[in-house]
């Protein structure tokens, strides 16, 4: 048997938080679809409500879908670079995280 050694960067260690947290297959990512579709959604409801009453009501809550939103996704990019970060610190003494491989 052979056994390999495979440092990670923290690019590399950063695309996998990335993957764990979304999920590899449809079935495990669908929430976040359902999700990001709702946001998607709520400022293009909020544009045709405002069209058709006048009301800025309507203007008011699609700008609220859209801070929401942004708030999502900068949360999420800011959990995948500190998680990454972590992980680097931790296995920072072998040079990167090693996947050993028999």
């Not at 709702?38 to 400022?43: H, S």
């Not at 409500?49 to 009501?57: Q, R, W």
């Amino acid at each position: 048997m052979t056994d390999y050694d495979m440092r990670c960067g923290e690019k590399s260690v950063r695309e996998y938080v990335r993957f764990s947290m979304t999920g590899t297959t449809i079935k495990q990512s669908l929430p976040l679809i359902i999700c990001a579709s709702c946001l998607t959604a709520m400022p293009i409801l909020g544009i045709i409500g405002y069209i058709m009453t006048g009301s800025p009501l309507m203007l008011v809550l699609m700008i609220c879908a859209l801070l929401l939103g942004a708030g999502i996704v900068v949360f999420l990019l800011i959990t995948i670079k500190t998680t990454a970060k972590h992980l680097m610190e931790v296995y920072g003494d072998q040079g990167g995280l090693v996947c050993s491989i028999s």
